[in-house]
């Protein structure tokens, strides 16, 4: 069965190129808003990239207490001032664009 399943999952390369190039197209988009709000965006290859936001801890609290949001401290990294985001779907992506906006 499970090969199976990964054979038919190599065969739809054509959704897997979309699904892939939508990806790319939400993470530079989910990036670019929050550029444009004055957040410090590290360079990625990836769907997931750092955010410069002072208090890491303080704002992933503020984040989830307030809007129900969570996103990764970089504490542990040892990056304190730093949180991590990962692109999701789109209506996601604004919902934290617009919380981001509201805790700066």
């Known amino acids: ?3 199976v399943a990964g054979l038919a999952v190599l065969d739809g390369g054509d959704h897997i190129a979309r699904a892939i190039a939508a990806l790319r197209r939400d993470t530079a988009a989910l990036r670019e808003a929050l550029i444009a709000q004055g957040w410090r965006v590290l360079p990625t290859a990836t769907h997931f990239f ?3 936001v002072g ?5 992933c609290r503020r984040l989830l207490r307030e ?3 969570q996103v990764r401290d970089c504490t542990s ?3 304190p001032q730093f949180i991590r985001i990962a692109t999701r779907r ?3 992506n604004a919902r934290l664009v617009t919380a981001m906006r509201l805790v700066e």
């Open 90 to 92: 789109p209506e996601e």
């Open 50 to 52: 750092l955010v410069e």
């Open 77 to 79: 990294f040892g990056l």
């Open 67 to 69: 809007h129900h949001i």
């Open 1 to 3: 069965m499970a090969q």
């Open 55 to 59: 208090d890491a801890k303080a704002l």
